[in-house]
């Protein structure tokens, strides 16, 4: 393998999620090039099935892209939370459901291009409703689909937030092909 | 739905590959709150089976995550480049393969809380082999695995990069099996 080597990291901006650096790099073919680096202190998301056998899925507005978009439950972690409680609170705060029986599901790095952004995510079973806690800036629709609706809003463009391609896609193949 | 509403877009640092700003949105309960906004110009990426029916798989270092990864083949797009000419342009750089008899798969955009990215994956039949040709910062290892290999790499964490995990997951459950 090549040889990689990075010389400095320099912060150019401190943001409310993520941080933005210029790494400069020493190549393996000795010349030195600028790196953006963007850190980001992870995220955690649940496949929540419920006692209908169907997902948990939450809709919500993304300044990013500037529309609506169709998600599993996922958040930010909270200081000393692991990453699965993270994801069990999560659930509950958006959807108002308790998770039970959790187990991990996959890992993703969601573009390691420039971004050192993990995501954790779970598979548990959605049991008893409570009431949505939601934090003051986040507003989230709830809505339960089957299985077999998602992968076919996967494959046909209306689903594309990757978290939520790679663990509904896992959690068909990994789990539920299983069962 | 709650209504949201951008104020302002403040360029906060121009990147090599993002750009960096600071979003004041006015949130559907009345206040004001500053969301980050990562800028990216998309990039294009390609599941391509080889003549024994294995995939071009490439290794490379990620600085963002201080180690090798082991992805799909992918990179970012031209000016005037269409995505799928980008996907077929990248593996041919990075493995040396040209491919033909592309098709769409999926689009998923990466890590939708705070960025644009958007990634268009493709699928296709590795043909020829040429040879490759990297960017001067470029240093990348190719081998083919079987989907299998992969599919077990994934399950095991030994896959993490979201694009990789969405193109083989989607290429293995909406077109392996159709066939």
């Known amino acids: ?13 401190q943001g409310k999620i993520t941080t933005t650096y210029t790494d400069r790099m ?3 073919n000795g010349r030195e090039a600028d790196w953006d680096f963007i850190g980001h202190h992870g995220a955690a998301a649940m ?21 609506y978009t169709l998600e599993i439950p996922a958040g930010g972690i909270n200081p000393e939370e692991s990453m699965m409680d993270a ?3 999560e659930v509950e705060e958006e959807t108002g459901y308790q998770v039970e029986n959790v187990e991990h599901l996959v890992d993703i790095y969601t ?6 952004e993990k995501i954790g995510i779970y598979y548990g079973k959605a049991t ?3 009431k949505q806690q939601l934090d003051e ?20 463009g209306k689903i594309q937030d990757s978290k939520t391609i790679s663990g509904i896609l896992a959690y068909y193949n990994f789990v539920k092909k299983k069962q």
Chains 1, 2 share one sequence.
Not at 51 to 66: C, D, F, P, S, W
Not at 137 to 156: G, N, P, R, S
Request: aromatic content about 8%.
């Open 111 to 116: 573009t390691v291009a420039f971004c050192n």
């Open 26 to 28: 020493l190549l393996p």
């Open 1 to 13: 393998m090549s040889e990689y080597k990075r010389l400095h990291r320099t912060l150019v901006h």
């Open 128 to 130: 008893k409703k409570k």
């Open 87 to 89: 994801a069990v609170r």
């Open 137 to 156: 800036d986040e507003f989230v629709e709830v809505k339960a689909y089957e299985l077999t609706e998602l992968l076919e809003m996967i494959q046909t």
């Open 47 to 67: 496949v929540a099935e419920n006692e209908e056998g169907k997902i948990l899925m939450v809709t919500q507005y993304r300044n990013a892209l500037e529309r």
